[in-house]
Structures are given as C-alpha cells and as structure tokens.
C-alpha cells in the first residue's frame, strides 16, 4: 500500500516535471537601498557568488534532470530596480559558476534611494510574468529593513499577479541577535508568502553568505510532489 502511494507520486511527479521546461522559476532580489553600505553591499554580493557555488547549493540545483531557471536584480527606491542577470536556464554546471561570475563582476546601481519593497514585489511579478514556464515559481527577496516608500507587501500582493508564487525572505539583522527585531516581524507577517513560504535569518551582513546558502539549497532542491497535489520547494 504504502509502496504503490510512493510509486503514484513519483510517477505523478515525474510527468508534472516532463510538462514544464523547469522545475523552479526563482527570482533573487538584492537590497542596495540607502541603509546598506559600500562594505555591506561587497559582503552581501561575496556571499551571494559563494552561497551560488557552494557544494550543498550545486547538488541541490542538479539533484534533478529538470533545470532551474534564474533571474537576479537589484531594488531600492520605488523606480530603482536594476536587472543583474535575465533569465537564465541552469541545466549544467558551468552556467552555474557564470552567473557567479556575472554577480561577481557586477557593481551597485543605486546606493542613496530607500526601500520600496511593494515596487521591487512588483518588479518580481512582472519578471516571472515574462519568464520560462516552470513547475514552480518563487521570489528570494532579501534586506535590512521594512518598507518605507510607497506601497508595502499587503499591496503588492493584491495588485499583482502572484497567484501560484511564493515569497520567501532573507532577513539581515542588524540588532540584538538573540531576539527577534521588528525586521524579522514584518517579514513574518507581511512578507512571506504563498505555499512552503519561508524566512532565513542573517546575523549581520558577515552572516550574509551562510544565511543565502542554506537558503538557496532549500529553495533549489526538487520538492516532493505528493498524490494529493503539489508542494512548494522547502514546504
């Protein structure tokens, strides 16, 4: 009995895979608004191309035939979002250690506005709206503070297509690290969201690379699929 319910859901996951042109649409937002500094910005971009390349994450991408598909920007202000690298199929390693390479290569675009979080939502939406079809898709936004221009989350959520998607949050805190801060409070409440949704915590900005890796290994790795219906990666 038991065997034959495994058997279904493997078979059921596989053919949900086989429709699709990848597994997981992921969406990586980086904050450079104006509370994040020069040296804040080099240790969250050093973190992000080590988390991309660390061994954990490269298993996780490639523990399945049916690629991921990534695409990263930059947000700050209501109308400063800057698109690092479009989407991009990751179906063999190398185009993994690129991207890294592109992260790595790449400088802030904006370092004085400050932070719009709805609009880079927004901007999010209108990035899967546009990108390949995939079994999943999910938003990786990341920051050192709660919205403070213009629209929030709430709004975002109900102005844009988000049906479907899940929005997870890297938080980097910056107070008392052994209680939760305001910060983690808003992202639990207002940010996350969407099935599996999921919040990972940086302790500082020299957290920043432990914090994405962990995270990025358990949004990468294939969900199970279940008989009953599908569940988000790290669901």
Same mark, same amino acid.
């Not at 409070?185 to 020299?206: C, N, R, S, T, W």
């Given at each position: 009995?038991?065997?034959?319910?495994?058997?279904?859901?493997?078979?059921?996951?596989?053919?949900?895979?086989?429709?699709?042109?990848?597994?997981?649409?992921?969406?990586?937002?980086?904050?450079?608004?104006?509370?994040?500094?020069?040296?804040?910005?080099?240790?969250?971009?050093?973190?992000?191309?080590?988390?991309?390349?660390?061994?954990?994450?490269? $298993?996780?991408?490639?523990?399945?035939?049916?690629?991921?598909?990534?695409?990263?920007?930059?947000?700050?202000?209501?109308?400063?979002?800057?698109?690092?690298?479009?989407?991009?199929?990751?179906?063999?390693?190398? @185009?993994?250690?690129?991207?890294?390479?592109?992260?790595?290569?790449?400088?802030?675009?904006?370092?004085?506005?400050?932070?719009?979080? *709805?609009?880079?939502?927004?901007?999010?939406?209108?990035?899967? %709206?546009?990108?390949?079809?995939?079994?999943?898709?999910?938003?990786?936004?990341? *920051?050192?503070?709660?919205?403070?221009?213009?629209?929030?989350?709430?709004?975002?959520?109900?102005?844009?297509?988000?049906?479907?998607?899940?929005?997870?949050?890297?938080?980097?805190? *910056?107070?008392?690290?052994?209680? %939760?801060?305001?910060?983690?409070?808003?992202? @639990?409440? %207002?940010?996350?969201?969407?099935?599996?949704?999921?919040?990972?915590?940086?302790?500082?900005?020299?957290?920043?690379?432990?914090?994405?890796? $962990?995270?990025?290994?358990?949004?990468?790795?294939?969900?199970?699929?279940?008989?009953?219906? @599908?569940?988000?990666?790290?669901?």
């Amino acid at each position: 009995m038991i065997r034959s319910a495994l058997t279904g859901a493997i078979l059921l996951g596989a053919a949900a895979a086989e429709a699709s042109e990848c597994r997981l649409a992921l969406v990586m937002a980086m904050d450079v608004s104006s509370s994040v500094d020069a040296g804040e910005d080099a240790l969250q971009r050093g973190g992000l191309v080590a988390a991309l390349t660390a061994p954990e994450v490269v $298993r996780a991408f490639f523990a399945s035939d049916v690629p991921v598909a990534l695409a990263i920007f930059e947000w700050s202000g209501r109308y400063n979002q800057e698109l690092l690298l479009d989407w991009t199929l990751i179906d063999r390693p190398a @185009k993994l250690v690129s991207v890294a390479e592109t992260v790595a290569a790449s400088t802030r675009s904006h370092n004085d506005f400050p932070t719009a979080m *709805g609009y880079a939502l927004g901007y999010s939406a209108g990035l899967l %709206e546009r990108g390949p079809d995939c079994l999943y898709r999910t938003i990786d936004i990341a *920051g050192d503070g709660q919205n403070n221009e213009g629209f929030g989350p709430e709004q975002a959520y109900k102005a844009f297509p988000f049906e479907g998607v899940t929005v997870n949050g890297l938080v980097v805190n *910056g107070a008392d690290f052994e209680a %939760e801060t305001g910060l983690i409070a808003f992202y @639990k409440a %207002e940010v996350l969201h969407g099935p599996g949704a999921f919040i990972e915590i940086a302790q500082g900005f020299d957290d920043y690379e432990r914090a994405m890796r $962990r995270k990025l290994e358990r949004e990468v790795t294939p969900p199970v699929i279940g008989l009953a219906g @599908k569940v988000a990666p790290g669901g």
